[in-house]
């Protein structure tokens, strides 16, 4: 156990709609990352926050958005859904930005659209 | 850019080493990670290691670094059942995001 719990584990949903995932990262973690998963373009960085801010945005769509809360844990919004959505879903956590070596990944959420 | 190639499967016998090979192209990685995933589960930390090391041996796992020539290569010993699994190779800068390479599938034949 990562110590980093990801909800739901499952999603299946229709086009069009919008899903959230939570991500709650390890106790004390202040820095989270959110990748994507998926057959064709493997594991790809979505976007970084560290303490609330955002860090680092990789190749996020833009229907796709994220926040961190005061709480630390973190929520990643998918909008107007796409059948090629379709993927794994990881988050990750750090204890902070900077000179950190190790970062844990969550069980990931599986996310389908039909 | 970034980027970090592996080959895509290997197949070895139980009880024989493993050795999956990693490149990657920024040298101004300062961490190099090997992370496992096993069907259906998350991404489990398995070892890194700093860009100033070699080496590095951790039970049945060593991780070696050609900081020159930019590769890095996890060797797993015995290699066991339990082992199958896709290995990702992971670059990363001072805590920036990580780039992964697209995962060797470690398939162990008995």
Redesign the interface.
């Known amino acids: 156990d990562?110590g980093v719990t990801q909800t739901p584990k499952h999603l299946i949903t229709a086009t069009g709609q919008r899903v959230t995932l939570r991500c709650s990262p390890r106790s004390g973690d202040l820095?989270v990352?959110w990748?994507q998963q998926s057959l064709d373009q493997?594991?790809q960085?979505l976007i970084?926050y560290y303490n609330g801010e955002e860090r680092?945005k990789?190749n996020i769509l833009e229907r796709f958005s994220a926040q961190q809360f005061p709480d630390l844990h973190s929520e990643l919004n998918l909008s107007s859904l796409e059948l090629g959505d379709s993927a794994l879903y990881?988050c990750?956590s750090?204890p902070?930005?900077?000179?950190?070596?190790?970062?844990?990944?969550?069980?990931?959420t599986r996310l389908t659209v039909v | 850019g970034e980027d970090v190639e592996q080959s895509l499967f290997l197949s070895v016998r139980e009880g024989d080493s493993s050795v999956i090979n990693c490149t990657y192209t920024d040298s101004s990685s300062t961490y190099l990670y090997w992370y496992k995933q096993e069907p259906g589960a998350g991404l489990q930390l398995l070892t890194y290691i700093f860009s100033n090391m070699d080496m590095k041996q951790d039970q049945r796992l060593t991780v070696l670094l050609n900081k020159k020539d930019k590769h890095l290569s996890l060797r797993i010993a015995d290699t066991q059942t339990g082992d199958s699994a896709i290995y990702f190779c992971a670059e990363r800068y001072y805590g920036q995001n990580f780039v992964f390479g697209p995962g060797t599938r470690l398939s162990v034949l008995p």
Not at chain 1, 96 to 108: C, I, K, L, S, Y
């Open positions: 990562s820095s990352y990748y493997g594991l960085f970084q680092a990789g990881f990750a750090s902070r930005t900077g000179e950190n070596t190790e970062a844990f990944f969550g069980q990931g």
